[in-house]
């Protein structure tokens, strides 16, 4: 299995990069896992609408080329479908079972993903209504994963 967590913007805080480092060696023992960051725009303050739609276009530009054929890709969402662990499990377990062995999910800037990054994706989950930092929610994507994994397998985890 691979895993690619493509995102916009880089991590600046250690304590971020330590638990993704982390999780990463986890997921080791379960396939390949990557991340990929893509420059983030910055967004001036009281932007027009048009304004951050060209930021999204810029971003969806540098995100969409690494987005290869045989890619699963999953945007992360606000208006995606919400699942508890277990559901998750399932359902990633059921995307490789239909012959897909490379997940790639999207975690876009702070403005979110561009249409065009939308309409590529395969689907569209959310993990909350709730806001989180980018390099936050990229711990939590992995944990999810590796969760993910070890309920598939039947391996004890932490409810």
């Known amino acids: 299995m691979q895993y690619t967590i493509l995102c916009v913007g880089k991590i600046k805080e250690r304590f971020f990069a330590d638990a993704i480092s982390e999780y990463r060696k986890r997921l080791s023992r379960y396939g390949k896992t ?31 080329r690494h987005i290869k054929e045989n890619m699963y890709i999953i945007a992360l969402d606000l208006k995606g479908k919400e699942f508890d662990s277990v ?12 012959g897909n062995s490379h997940l790639t999910f999207v975690i876009g800037g702070s403005l979110g993903l561009h249409p065009s990054v939308l309409q590529r994706a395969d689907e569209r989950i959310c993990f909350s209504k709730m806001t989180f930092p980018h390099p936050l929610m990229r711990v939590i994507l992995l944990e999810q994963i590796y969760r993910a994994n070890r309920i598939q397998r039947g391996e004890p985890y932490h409810k």
């Open 34 to 64: 990557e991340v990929i960051e893509v420059l983030d725009e910055r967004t001036p303050d009281r932007a027009s609408e048009a304004e951050e739609q060209q930021i999204r276009q810029k971003e969806a530009d540098r995100l969409l």
């Open 87 to 98: 559901t998750f499990a399932k359902h990633l377990g059921e995307i490789m079972v239909r």
